[in-house]
């Protein structure tokens, strides 16, 4: 198991980012929080989770060792694969998670697109007594990138990656249009998106 990486950022996606190590690429698959931290030539760490399938072996990226930990117990929950605890780490923080499981919120969890009712009941049942308490605000995270013309493309093809409808997406990314200025960050958009659809 590769507990972390480190190395220099090559380049940041919209779901992933390729760290050198070594003068080896690894693609980690990360949420927007993570990504939005990660700065292309520098040099940074990140807590990492390997998924190997039969046909596949997937590294996932985590800012911090809490993050990776909410993963991996996420996935011990029945109908809980990967991507669907990297969606749902892309709409709450860890804390967020823990404060509606062990409140049973089940209509905060269904706003994860791929989580219904019975979903997240199912969630709350079997994570309530392992998922811990609240442990307060995790460090600051500071969004940036690159400015970029086609901002609405990418952050549109970002909540569609992470499972919202076309439509969904498409409404998130013009209620946040105003917030693009001219050096439109497309990290940080794609979280107040992000926002925005959990509210909405």
Do not use: Y
């Amino acid at each position: 198991m590769i507990a972390f990486v480190r190395g220099t950022v090559a380049t940041v996606g919209l779901t992933n980012a390729v760290l050198d190590v070594g003068g080896i690429g690894l693609d980690l698959q990360c949420a927007p929080n993570t990504l939005a931290t990660l700065r292309r030539g520098e040099v940074t760490q990140l807590a990492t989770s390997m998924v190997v399938r039969e046909d596949s072996m997937t590294l996932f990226g985590f800012v911090d060792d809490d993050e990776k930990g909410c993963f991996e117990l996420l996935q011990t929950a029945s109908g809980v694969g990967p991507k669907l605890a990297q969606a749902m780490l892309a709409v709450f923080s860890p804390d967020d998670l823990r404060q509606a499981v062990a409140s049973d919120d089940v209509k905060t969890l269904t706003k994860v697109p791929g989580i219904g009712q019975k979903g997240a009941q199912r969630i709350i049942l079997e994570l309530k007594d392992r998922i811990g308490a609240v442990v307060g605000s995790g460090p600051a995270r500071v969004s940036g990138g690159p400015a970029t013309v086609a901002w609405r493309d990418q952050v549109h093809q970002g909540l569609v990656g992470l499972g919202w409808s076309a439509k969904e997406a498409e409404k998130a990314v013009d209620a946040v249009a105003p917030q693009a200025g001219d050096l439109p960050d497309v990290g940080a958009l794609l979280r107040a998106a992000l926002l925005t659809l959990r509210k909405g």
